[in-house]
């Protein structure tokens, strides 16, 4: 009985370690960290993105890369308040739906290099008002539309190198107005 118990202990502690393990909420397609804080998800160009069955609202670090998304949606990326950085590297994306980050009004880092974007608008990023990085180099952007940047009024490092920008006008990237 005293034996059965000293060697039960240890795969007792083991098992616990492992469900523990596995139990970090996270999808097929993705690797998390294990605090489940740190998400990677990265396809082969041609798959779907990875479908968020619920919102985890811990994910603080998220990679979605190399996809098929042509048009971004809310629920691409899904409702991650706590989100910081946000990478979407290489997925195609010719499009951003207004809205689109009104799950994740949080983030300091955006990555949208190597995609399709043709231009970008006032409705582009208007949800991301703490947002100190954006970086969108190697698009296809041409036109930047009015106020695009007007509701980033953290941006320190704005990134649109590799694209097809002909003419920047002031108002292109007039900052937020002053209030006084
Ligand atoms: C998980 O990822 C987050 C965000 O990148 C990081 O801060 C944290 O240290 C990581 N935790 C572990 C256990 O790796
Ligand atoms: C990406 O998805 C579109 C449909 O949304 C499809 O027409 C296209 O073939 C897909 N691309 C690849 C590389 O699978
Ligand atoms: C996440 O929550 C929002 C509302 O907070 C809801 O509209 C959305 O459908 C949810 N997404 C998923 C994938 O459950």
């Known amino acids: 009985m ?54 985890i609202t811990i994910i603080r670090f998220l990679e979605i890369s190399q996809y098929n998304i042509s048009a971004l949606r809310r629920d691409h990326v899904g409702d991650n308040p706590r989100l910081v950085r946000l990478l979407l ?14 799950g994740t009004s949080h983030l300091l880092w955006l990555s949208l290099n190597e995609n399709s974007l043709r231009e970008v608008d006032a409705h582009s990023f208007a949800d991301l008002t703490m947002l100190k990085h954006l970086t969108l180099e190697g698009n296809e952007i041409e036109t930047i539309g009015d106020s695009t940047f007007q ?10 190198s590799r694209n097809r920008i002909r003419e920047i006008t002031g108002r292109d990237l007039r900052p937020r107005p002053m209030h006084p």
């Open 151 to 160: 509701s980033l009024g953290e941006l320190r490092r704005l990134d649109m």
């Open 2 to 55: 005293g034996q059965y118990s000293i060697v039960g202990l240890p795969l007792v502690l083991l098992l616990v370690t492992f469900c523990m393990r596995r139990s970090a909420a996270c999808v097929e397609s993705c690797q998390c960290n294990q605090t489940g804080t740190r998400w990677t998800c990265v396809g082969d160009g041609s798959d779907d993105p990875p479908v968020f069955s619920n919102n």
């Open 89 to 102: 590297n290489g997925n195609e994306i010719r499009s951003i739906e207004p809205g689109a980050f009104a």
